[in-house]
């Protein structure tokens, strides 16, 4: 009986011991979790202008859009307005939108508008754009995640694979892969086409 106490105890005194080592690595854990946080943000406020609080570097912006389809945004220079914090003005604009049928498209241009609180984007000068086997560039480009479209638009071209194309507005809906093709000074251009290759 003796020995069976005292092995009941060894166990039991085994068994606590085993919990206070599990209890510590977590909490310990737990503090270097928080310690890569604190190093997290202080990269972050690295970024910053020394001299104007509102302009940024090298910042990144990703998200789901309304339909639920993943973004990604970088800017190599940012700055908040001034009146309206969600609105920021970027220079050297990249953007990739990875959509739910696993195509992607790729934009840059030389300076942009995103809105942090509706997730709509503007961008504008030397705009580009790549999605499957078609490249495009234009002035400029809106996506609109509340409306769901990419409109693109002033001196619109297009190099595809089937093709060129020349154009004065494009009006992608991404949820109906259709895309509408307008042109205003002769009227030569105009057309909806239905991407069933899921391309400009």
Known sequence: MIDRKKKLRIIQF???????????LTYY???????????????????????????????????????GNRYLLKSEKARLDEFKPEIVYME?????????????????????????KNFDM??????????????????????????????????????????NLIADKLLFDITKQNLAITSFNDGKITANVKLDEKRF
């Open 122 to 163: 503007e961008f504008s000068k030397n705009v580009k754009a790549n999605y499957m086997d078609s490249e495009l560039f234009a002035e400029k480009a809106n996506y609109s995640n509340t409306g769901n479209y990419l409109s693109i638009y002033e001196n619109v071209r297009i190099n595809d694979i089937r093709g």
């Open 14 to 24: 085994s068994l606590l011991i085993f919990s206070l080592i599990i209890i510590y």
């Open 29 to 67: 854990n737990k503090e270097d979790s928080n310690t890569d946080l604190v190093e997290a943000e202080q990269v972050k406020e690295a970024l910053k202008d020394e001299d104007d609080k509102d302009l940024f570097f090298n910042i990144e912006y990703t998200g789901l859009d309304l339909r």
């Open 92 to 116: 050297t604009v990249h953007a990739i939108f990875y959509f739910k049928d696993n195509t992607i498209l790729y934009i840059w241009s030389d300076e942009g508008i995103y809105n942090n």
